[in-house]
């Protein structure tokens, strides 16, 4: 008997995935994770390529709501232009296996289709649920960027696989719109290479639109390449390399073995791998007294933070999306601030000559006993020499927002409260928070969209 493709599998798996009786602790996950990206969401009004994206979504009719406007367009359109919200800081939650990502990407996608759809707030729950569960297990199954590829790839097939569920396609049309999905639409890693530019935060919620379109052509009977993963000219020959994924193994209902469950969330709007190196240099910023004391600065790491956030660009960044990947500068900054906020990349604090000469005496070093932590710990170690001769160190392996020590509801509320501030009154402050702790009895979102209109007003 031949073998059923991944894409078939994957299919079946989707198809049979609950819509209801989720318990209640991954009730709560999701919750949380939707008021972390609608947190991201306000963090990001105003920004350039998000002002671009709602211009673009404007000018597309539809019945998707866009964040922060009065705006109606399709739902592949508001899950673009909400998406970039939620990445645009770089501030949402994010999961490391063999390849990084940000399974919250797929919530403002879950969230156009849902509303669209006229699906309820259990079935939006499953379908961000489902989401979660695909990317994370396709990012713990492969590496994309050693290969040159963006970790985007992995949300073709998650976000079409959600978006399939809240349609209430077949299983064959699931299976056609995760070949669409994956075939024609893969994004290179050179968007997070060199200096970066706007697309950084924009290249997530581009494959989560695409997604979408796929699973929109699917329902009307398009079909894709196949075998899509295990073909000749396919994605384990062409992107991957051959890899095991074994789709028996996922969360089921009985088991509750879910994978957003591991998934992590930042109490900084920065790189979630370099998040331990934030909090070693803050608690070195209290035992340095002067800043103009340090002689050196050490920064051990592992393979990967090395490789990807200590390259080239990120000794000397010119933009906000270089800033935030870079190793070096969020040291230097944390030390000298003592924390890292959205206001850490603006373009004075990056030219600041302080942070520049700090990073002129850093250096960046691979620790083999860190690589082989990673990605079970995102450690780091920071070692500062004073011109004294005495040698300060500071290493965490974990931190707030991890596994070992996740955020509080409490603290996702502070969070969002803290971005909300600028934008939304107490009241419409609020009206979102209720939304969200009820949104398994939610039936329409547009209560939500109305509470997070910006207080201003529409933009230009």
């Not at 040698?391 to 070992?404: D, F, N, Q, R, Y």
Request: proline fraction near 4%.
């Amino acid at each position: 008997m031949t073998q059923a493709t991944l894409a078939s599998r994957l299919a079946r798996y989707v198809h049979a995935f609950p819509t209801a009786d989720h318990a209640g602790d991954l009730v709560a996950l999701v919750q949380s994770r939707v008021l972390d990206s609608l947190a991201c969401v306000l963090g990001a009004y105003g920004a350039g390529p998000v002002e671009a994206s709602v211009a673009y979504a404007s000018s597309i009719p539809g019945s998707a709501s866009v964040f922060g406007t009065r705006y109606k367009t399709s739902p592949e359109s508001a899950a673009f232009a909400n998406g970039i919200m939620v990445r645009f800081l770089d501030y949402n939650d994010g999961y490391m296996g063999m390849e990084p990502g940000h399974p919250s990407d797929n919530i403002p996608g879950c969230l156009a289709v849902a509303q669209v759809e006229k699906a309820s707030g259990l079935e939006l729950i499953s379908a961000i649920l489902l989401a979660y569960e695909i990317q994370m297990r396709l990012q713990d199954a492969a590496s994309l960027n050693k290969r040159g590829w963006d970790h985007v790839n992995y949300l073709n097939v998650s976000m079409a696989a959600a978006a399939a569920k809240l349609m209430k396609l077949s299983e064959e049309q699931t299976e056609q719109a995760i070949n669409i999905a994956l075939s024609g639409h893969l994004a290179m890693r050179q968007v997070r290479s060199g200096t970066l530019s706007d697309w950084k935060g924009c290249s997530a919620a581009n494959a989560v639109r695409n997604a979408i379109f796929s699973a929109q052509l699917a329902r009307h009977g398009m079909t894709g390449p196949a075998p899509i993963f295990e073909g000749e000219m396919g994605f384990y020959n062409q992107v991957t390399g051959p890899f095991d994924l074994d789709v028996a193994g996922f969360g089921t209902a009985g088991d509750g073995n879910y994978a957003i469950k591991r998934s992590l969330t930042k109490t900084f709007p920065t790189n979630g791998e370099l998040h331990t190196a934030v909090w070693a240099a803050i608690e070195l910023k209290n035992k340095v007294g002067n800043i103009l004391d340090i002689q050196s600065i050490c920064i051990e790491t592992s393979e990967f933070n090395k490789r990807v956030l200590a390259d080239g660009s990120k000794w000397c960044p010119e933009t906000r999306e270089t800033a935030d990947h870079s190793l070096p500068y969020n040291v230097a900054r944390a030390l000298i601030d003592g924390d890292i906020s959205v206001d850490s990349y603006s373009l004075k604090k990056i030219t600041d000559p302080l942070v520049v000469a700090l990073m002129e005496r850093t250096s960046v070093v691979e620790d083999s006993a860190l690589t082989k932590l990673f990605p079970k710990h995102l450690a780091n170690r920071v070692t500062v020499l004073l011109a004294s001769g005495e040698k300060l160190v500071s290493e965490a392996i974990t931190g707030p927002g991890s596994v070992e020590t996740p955020m509080t509801t409490v603290e996702f509320e502070r969070k969002f409260r803290k971005m909300a501030t600028p934008h939304l009154s107490a009241h419409a402050q609020d009206q979102v928070l209720d939304f969200v702790a009820t949104l398994e009895q939610r039936s329409d979102y547009e209560s939500l969209f109305t509470a997070m209109e910006r207080s201003e007003g529409e933009p230009s």
